[in-house]
């Protein structure tokens, strides 16, 4: 069963960075494209970073240039840099990824807030 665990988040001051960091275990299948989404209070959730297998990025306009994506193929481990954070990045972030099959898989979440 494949199984993704989340880590890195926490409450930080506006300005402030965070590093959060997502391990994917159990898939019989090598991992494709992994990326990350986020959840606000009240609101859907949302696509934050992709980053394919070799290493292509791509990113929301609203973390563009102060996010980066990463991922570490030999851990199975994509990675979330967050730096300049802003009280409106405050959210459930989930990470997400697809196996070769084009499955999709999430983790459970880890909260990140930002405070003003």
């Known amino acids: 069963q494949v199984q993704l665990v989340e880590s890195g988040g926490g409450l930080v001051q506006a300005g402030g960075s965070l590093r959060l960091s997502c391990v994917v275990s159990?898939?019989?299948?090598?991992?494709?494209?992994m990326g990350w989404y986020r959840q606000a209070p009240g609101k859907q959730r949302d696509w934050v970073a992709t980053?394919?297998?070799?290493?292509?990025?791509t990113y929301a306009d609203s973390v563009k240039s102060r996010f980066t994506i990463s991922r570490d193929n030999a851990k199975n481990t994509v990675y979330l840099q967050m730096n300049n954070l802003k009280p409106e990045d405050t959210g459930v972030y989930y990470c997400k990824v697809w196996d070769v099959l084009s499955r999709a898989y999430w983790g459970q979440g880890t909260q990140v807030t930002v405070s003003s």
């Open positions: 159990g898939s019989s299948y090598s991992i494709n494209d």
């Open positions: 980053t394919t297998y070799g290493g292509t990025t």
